[in-house]
């Protein structure tokens, strides 16, 4: 051990933040754990199998306000960004959310995030009490405007424990171009599941004419709320950016509708491996490229070779020789796993061939609540990849055979129009 981390080690530690609606998920009984740096719920009284069960038929609602939260202001904003993730940001629609990928030099994932394109606000503050005029229009009549035909207004929300790092590269990389904007004073409630629309309608009319990965500003119960029809579960619903001085008037709202109930990290951990989603530090990392990952299709065309703008990026040469000629630079694969009998399989847990050669090794693993069977992520060698292939995850020292398999392990029920 080094002299660092033995100081590291003596060292007190850090207390826990705390979300503005940690006093209300006390009161609601939840059992808390340290997450990111955060005091957070990972369950409530009636247990993450109910929670679960519960998201996927009607509708949960999560804090994810340990997440952080900023904007991207000023006319050549698209275009920084750009220079920061593989992704098509310039030709985003206005009213449109994307999936992006924060890269280091090698190309590895430094977080993934979601940005957004509200340039319609005309660069007006989130916090600002009062929404305009358009405010239950999904995306009024700008929506065949695109970031850099505007002012550039991009809102992004990145990974809680990444936040503090991801939002220092970002000000380090292109402050001089565009005004980075962090937004510490906004809390973040996912409010997810079949029932989510009809729950939310009646307190913000106007979010069912939203689509998947669209959104606007909203009032709801009184609350001035910046929402995207998105989530990371799988099922249709809304994340909903709201100040922190109104994050538990509006949790209290949703949570007083029949159809919503209060959801830890337990179940929300257990509904995003279903639905097939990375879980950043377990799934993907700094060590991982978006092709062995299997997220090519985060990688828009316009920024592959021959593409407008292809490359670019950091690590771009790296990721474009891996998309043009993967047989041959690609030595690790994400995939999907079903395990042939109920025994849970675990993070870290080894792959093997059926003949015994280590293979790959899990990232996410548990009993799937919905399809009822062991389930997980992980990676392995390009040739173990094809669907239905055989492997063997090493349980307490004794073989679990797996195939690979297809995800979303269950299937999503995103709206999309």
């Given at each position: 051990?080094?002299n ?43 247990g ?18 340990h ?161 995207t ?14 100040h ?38 377990h ?44 047989a ?15 025994i ?14 280590q ?20 990676y ?5 990849s ?15 055979a797996m ?15």
């Open positions: 051990m080094s660092a981390a033995s100081n590291n080690s003596l060292a007190t530690p850090e207390p826990l933040l705390k979300t503005p609606l940690h006093d209300l998920h006390v009161a609601l009984g939840a059992r808390m754990v340290p997450f990111a740096g955060y005091s957070m719920p990972v369950q409530y009284p009636a993450l199998m109910a929670e679960h069960h519960h998201t996927r038929n009607a509708a949960g609602l999560f804090d994810v306000s997440m952080g939260q900023l904007r991207l202001v000023g006319p050549d904003s698209a275009a920084a960004l750009e220079t920061l993730i593989p992704v098509d940001v310039i030709d985003l629609p206005v009213g449109k959310q994307r999936y992006g990928l924060l890269l280091n030099d090698e190309g590895g994932i430094i977080d993934d995030l979601m940005f957004f394109n509200r340039d319609y606000l005309n660069g007006g503050d989130l916090s600002v009490a009062g929404p305009p005029q358009d405010a239950k229009a999904p995306s009024g009549g700008s929506e065949s405007h695109t970031v850099g035909e505007r002012g550039g207004d991009i809102f992004i929300i990145v990974n809680g424990a990444c936040k503090v790092g991801d939002i220092a590269h970002i000000q380090q990389k292109i402050d001089t171009r565009c005004e980075v904007i962090p937004m510490p004073e906004r809390a973040l409630l996912a409010l997810q599941g079949p029932q989510a629309v009809t729950a939310l309608q009646r307190l913000a009319p106007g979010v069912e004419k939203l689509v998947f990965m669209s959104g606007g500003r909203f009032t709801a119960a009184g609350c001035d709320c910046f929402l029809r998105s989530g990371y579960t799988g099922e249709d619903g809304f994340e909903i950016s709201v922190t001085s109104q994050a538990e008037t509006l949790a209290r709202a949703l949570l007083a509708q029949p159809e919503v109930k209060p959801v830890g990290l337990g179940a929300r951990n257990s509904l995003r491996l279903e639905a097939g989603l990375c879980l950043y530090g799934d993907i990392d700094t060590s991982t490229t978006p092709v062995e990952a299997s997220l090519n299709w985060a990688i828009q065309k316009v920024r592959r070779t021959g593409g407008a703008r292809a490359g670019g990026f950091p690590g771009a040469e790296k990721i474009l020789a891996q998309l043009a000629n993967p041959a630079t690609v030595k690790r694969k994400r995939v999907g796993l079903v395990a042939l009998e109920r849970p399989v675990r993070e870290h847990s080894a792959l093997q061939s059926m003949e015994g050669a293979v790959g090794e899990v990232t996410s693993g548990l009993l799937g609540p919905t399809i009822n069977k062991p389930v997980a992520m992980g392995v060698k390009p040739e173990f094809a669907l239905g292939t055989r492997v063997s995850a090493m349980v307490r020292g004794k073989p679990v195939e690979v398999s297809s995800m979303p392990f269950v299937p999503n029920h995103y709206h999309r129009g």
